[in-house]
């Protein structure tokens, strides 16, 4: 680029130089021919040259004049000097001083041709004063100039022409630009070498230093090691221009970040250190809340499940369950105000607390009443804890309840819905000190179920800052109301992640379900038989003695009968055909419900006949298709009747309330 503008520059320089060397030349000569003109113009008798011209006469006035031209021409630059009578087409010859044979004679006249002359011819008819004509034609470079005449009535009279020869000045301007342009040459690469000299010292090589080590900063700054860097101290630039100036501000940034990296492995440093207790913590929060299930493996009376999930390494929502006795179950769900560690080492002594209180016995506002006071001393973080506390007797289902400040229970009645129940709340513990807290009793039977949870259920918040709530909630348990508990609680969490989307979680979501189904069901007796059709007697025998020691009504014990020998008949028949196995049949009982179960089981082909398709009894008995009709029967009879396949064995249930 410079090079290609010193070119341009040079350029121009010759240009303007040679134009203006070209005028003044031109200037020169014309101020030389116009004197020669004058001069012979001063000699010749304008009021003659028509006569001339009329007569063809050469008298001794016109030789007179002639010689005296002559001399002027030989004395001077000119190298013609004649005087000519311009016409409206043509021009006339009135002398020519040209001493050789090709010297025009008087009276010749020519008509205009193209060219300056032609283009003049008008102005030179009246006699007026024209430019110099310079040409290049048969008689080499020449400059014309001509002296206009006037007779002695200020009439046009014709023109003294003027021809010097031009070709030294034109050989002169040659010389000239050529030398101006070796010269020019010659500057402009001085001046290109000297200025990419300066320019590669001061500008690009600093420039190609930063460049570098710019380069060399960015892949240090990619390794996998971030270490300091002495890139830019390293360099040699002590210019004060702007080169500089970048200089000691990327200098600077390297200095900047070297603290910065120092600062930032620091704080990394510490930050995993914190993460790590952090884990640690989350471990341990999470190993103080009970996870294991089935909780209670023993126990048939109920079935329980609880999940929370934190909005942050560690929460201040937490869920217990634990036996207070045997007949005796304590159910808690919390939410500490708050989140992260101090919620969560508040939740810590707030769990411990209500657990180790209840072991000693008491109800839940008793139990509730000690926590906040021993919660109330030394709280200066001012946290507080909503609490649902509940004590359930697992014999009768009877249980007392305690709400401070928490969310409503959903509770579900057999076979119903789960719908809320709405009471009034106490205020939540460690508000205040002294503070007293209701209670109110319930009665679970069996069937019935309780859902209890946080308000991170409720006011999980979409994009679009919309909550939950209640009703979504309900809407989610509903949907498949009689599940387990674990499948109940993935309903809702599937429900809650399904509105929420992307949106962050803003708090923790704690849920519980413990579904109640009664005191343990008695074993009753159960007999192993070979599959016959003749030990079908003994099988009723078997089945009628133990419906008469609970006192099953006749009605309800000759339906089993039906359903008994149509059952015992099929496994005869079908289980183990050809061969003969066993079959074994098992009563139980369940007093709460007043339901009789009876379960069959042998090893033979798997065979569901639930999955039978029912018969169609409205058509005529001739018209029906054989077989089916046993198990149809039985499936009305029955009030609920159930299959499964496990460890090679057919188990088939049938249940009858006998009451």
Same mark, same amino acid.
């Given at each position: 680029?410079?090079?290609?503008?010193?070119?341009?520059?040079?350029?121009?320089?010759?240009?303007?130089?040679?134009?203006?060397?070209?005028?003044?030349?031109?200037?020169?000569?014309?101020?030389?021919?116009?004197?020669?003109?004058?001069?012979?113009?001063?000699?010749?008798?304008?009021?003659?040259?028509?006569?001339?011209?009329?007569?063809?006469?050469?008298?001794?006035?016109?030789?007179?004049?002639?010689?005296?031209?002559?001399?002027?021409?030989?004395?001077?630059?000119?190298?013609?000097?004649?005087?000519?009578?311009?016409?409206?087409?043509?021009?006339?010859?009135?002398?020519?001083?040209?001493?050789?044979?090709?010297?025009?004679?008087?009276?010749?006249?020519?008509?205009?041709?193209?060219?300056?002359?032609?283009?003049?011819?008008?102005?030179?008819?009246?006699?007026?004063?024209?430019?110099?004509?310079?040409?290049?034609?048969?008689?080499?470079?020449?400059?014309?100039?001509?002296?206009?005449?006037?007779?002695?009535?200020?009439?046009?009279?014709?023109?003294?022409?003027?021809?010097?020869?031009?070709?030294?000045?034109?050989?002169?301007?040659?010389?000239?630009?050529?030398?101006?342009?070796?010269?020019?040459?010659?500057?402009?690469?001085?001046?290109?070498?000297?200025?990419?000299?300066?320019?590669?010292?001061?500008?690009?090589?600093?420039?190609?230093?930063?460049?570098?080590?710019?380069?060399?900063?960015?892949?240090?700054?990619?390794?996998?090691?971030?270490?300091?860097?002495?890139?830019?101290?390293?360099?040699?630039?002590?210019?004060?221009?702007?080169?500089?100036?970048?200089?000691?501000?990327?200098?600077?940034?390297?200095?900047?970040?070297?603290?910065?990296?120092?600062?930032?492995?620091?704080?990394?440093?510490?930050?995993?250190?914190?993460?790590?207790?952090?884990?640690?913590?989350?471990?341990?929060?999470?190993?103080?809340?009970?996870?294991?299930?089935?909780?209670?493996?023993?126990?048939?009376?109920?079935?329980?499940?609880?999940?929370?999930?934190?909005?942050?390494?560690?929460?201040?929502?937490?869920?217990?369950?634990?036996?207070?006795?045997?007949?005796?179950?304590?159910?808690?769900?919390?939410?500490?105000?708050?989140?992260?560690?101090?919620?969560?080492?508040?939740?810590?002594?707030?769990?411990?607390?209500?657990?180790?209180?209840?072991?000693?016995?008491?109800?839940?506002?008793?139990?509730?009443?000690?926590?906040?006071?021993?919660?109330?001393?030394?709280?200066?973080?001012?946290?507080?804890?909503?609490?649902?506390?509940?004590?359930?007797?697992?014999?009768?289902?009877?249980?007392?309840?305690?709400?401070?400040?928490?969310?409503?229970?959903?509770?579900?009645?057999?076979?119903?819905?789960?719908?809320?129940?709405?009471?009034?709340?106490?205020?939540?513990?460690?508000?205040?000190?002294?503070?007293?807290?209701?209670?109110?009793?319930?009665?679970?039977?069996?069937?019935? #179920?309780?859902?209890? $949870? @946080?308000?991170? /259920?409720?006011? *999980? =918040?979409?994009?679009?800052?919309?909550?939950? !709530? &209640?009703?979504?909630?309900?809407?989610?348990?509903?949907?498949?109301?009689?599940?387990?508990?674990?499948?109940?609680?993935?309903?809702?969490?599937?429900?809650?992640?399904?509105?929420?989307?992307?949106?962050?979680?803003?708090?923790?979501?704690?849920?519980?379900?413990?579904?109640?189904?009664?005191?343990?069901?008695?074993?009753?007796?159960?007999?192993?038989?070979?599959?016959?059709?003749?030990?079908?007697?003994?099988?009723?025998?078997?089945?009628?003695?133990?419906?008469?020691?609970?006192?099953?009504?006749?009605?309800?014990?000759?339906?089993?009968?039906?359903?008994?020998?149509?059952?015992?008949?099929?496994? #005869?028949?079908?289980? $183990? @055909?050809?061969? /003969?196995?066993? *079959? =074994?049949?098992?009563?139980?009982?369940?007093? !709460? &419900?007043?339901?009789?179960?009876?379960?069959?089981?042998?090893?033979?082909?798997?065979?569901?006949?639930?999955?039978?398709?029912?018969?169609?009894?409205?058509?005529?008995?001739?018209?029906?298709?054989?077989?089916?009709?046993?198990?149809?029967?039985?499936?009305?009879?029955?009030?609920?009747?159930?299959?499964?396949?496990?460890?090679?064995?057919?188990?088939?249930?049938?249940?009858?309330?006998?009451?």
């Amino acid at each position: 680029m410079v090079v290609s503008l010193a070119l341009i520059l040079g350029f121009l320089l010759i240009v303007a130089n040679y134009i203006h060397y070209q005028d003044v030349m031109l200037e020169h000569y014309e101020h030389d021919a116009m004197n020669i003109g004058a001069i012979a113009a001063s000699q010749i008798d304008p009021d003659r040259i028509q006569h001339y011209l009329d007569t063809g006469e050469r008298d001794e006035e016109y030789e007179r004049v002639y010689r005296i031209l002559s001399d002027i021409r030989a004395n001077s630059e000119a190298k013609y000097l004649y005087v000519v009578k311009p016409g409206t087409d043509e021009v006339w010859y009135v002398m020519d001083t040209d001493p050789s044979e090709n010297a025009i004679p008087l009276g010749y006249h020519e008509p205009y041709y193209a060219g300056a002359f032609k283009e003049n011819a008008p102005r030179m008819v009246r006699g007026e004063r024209i430019a110099p004509i310079v040409s290049n034609e048969e008689f080499g470079w020449l400059m014309s100039v001509y002296y206009p005449l006037h007779t002695s009535a200020g009439e046009p009279a014709g023109y003294v022409g003027v021809d010097i020869q031009m070709t030294e000045m034109v050989n002169d301007l040659r010389l000239f630009l050529s030398q101006l342009i070796g010269l020019t040459l010659v500057v402009a690469v001085i001046a290109c070498i000297v200025y990419i000299t300066i320019t590669n010292r001061t500008i690009a090589e600093p420039i190609r230093q930063l460049s570098g080590a710019a380069n060399q900063l960015v892949e240090a700054e990619q390794s996998a090691e971030k270490t300091e860097t002495r890139i830019f101290e390293n360099l040699t630039i002590r210019s004060q221009d702007e080169v500089g100036a970048l200089y000691r501000s990327l200098s600077q940034m390297e200095h900047d970040m070297n603290a910065y990296i120092r600062d930032l492995l620091t704080v990394t440093a510490e930050r995993e250190r914190i993460g790590a207790e952090l884990n640690i913590a989350t471990q341990i929060q999470a190993d103080m809340l009970p996870r294991i299930f089935p909780a209670f493996p023993g126990r048939t009376d109920f079935e329980i499940y609880a999940t929370m999930t934190p909005a942050k390494e560690v929460g201040g929502d937490f869920y217990d369950f634990f036996l207070i006795d045997d007949d005796h179950l304590g159910l808690v769900m919390a939410d500490v105000s708050g989140k992260g560690v101090p919620a969560a080492l508040f939740m810590v002594i707030a769990k411990t607390l209500i657990k180790n209180r209840a072991q000693m016995g008491g109800g839940p506002a008793e139990i509730l009443q000690y926590v906040n006071e021993q919660l109330c001393e030394g709280n200066e973080a001012e946290l507080f804890v909503t609490v649902w506390l509940a004590i359930v007797e697992l014999s009768t289902g009877k249980g007392l309840a305690a709400n401070a400040g928490h969310e409503h229970p959903a509770i579900r009645h057999g076979d119903g819905m789960y719908e809320l129940v709405v009471y009034r709340h106490s205020p939540a513990v460690a508000v205040m000190e002294g503070m007293r807290f209701r209670e109110h009793s319930f009665q679970l039977n069996p069937g019935d #179920a309780i859902f209890v $949870y @946080t308000d991170g /259920v409720t006011e *999980a =918040t979409d994009k679009n800052n919309e909550l939950f !709530k &209640t009703d979504r909630m309900l809407a989610a348990l509903n949907r498949e109301p009689s599940a387990e508990p674990e499948k109940l609680l993935k309903n809702v969490k599937d429900a809650i992640d399904s509105f929420v989307g992307d949106a962050p979680q803003f708090d923790d979501i704690t849920m519980m379900c413990i579904q109640y189904t009664g005191p343990e069901a008695k074993k009753m007796k159960e007999l192993t038989i070979e599959a016959r059709v003749e030990n079908l007697s003994e099988v009723l025998a078997f089945v009628d003695g133990q419906l008469e020691e609970i006192c099953c009504s006749m009605k309800a014990q000759i339906q089993l009968d039906v359903a008994v020998e149509e059952i015992f008949v099929n496994i #005869a028949n079908y289980a $183990y @055909t050809p061969n /003969v196995g066993s *079959a =074994t049949i098992r009563t139980e009982l369940e007093p !709460k &419900t007043g339901m009789v179960a009876i379960t069959f089981v042998d090893s033979g082909i798997p065979y569901d006949p639930l999955k039978k398709e029912d018969p169609d009894v409205s058509l005529p008995v001739e018209e029906r298709q054989i077989g089916g009709l046993g198990i149809y029967m039985v499936k009305k009879s029955m009030d609920d009747m159930l299959y499964k396949y496990k460890d090679g064995q057919n188990i088939l249930t049938i249940k009858k309330c006998i009451r």
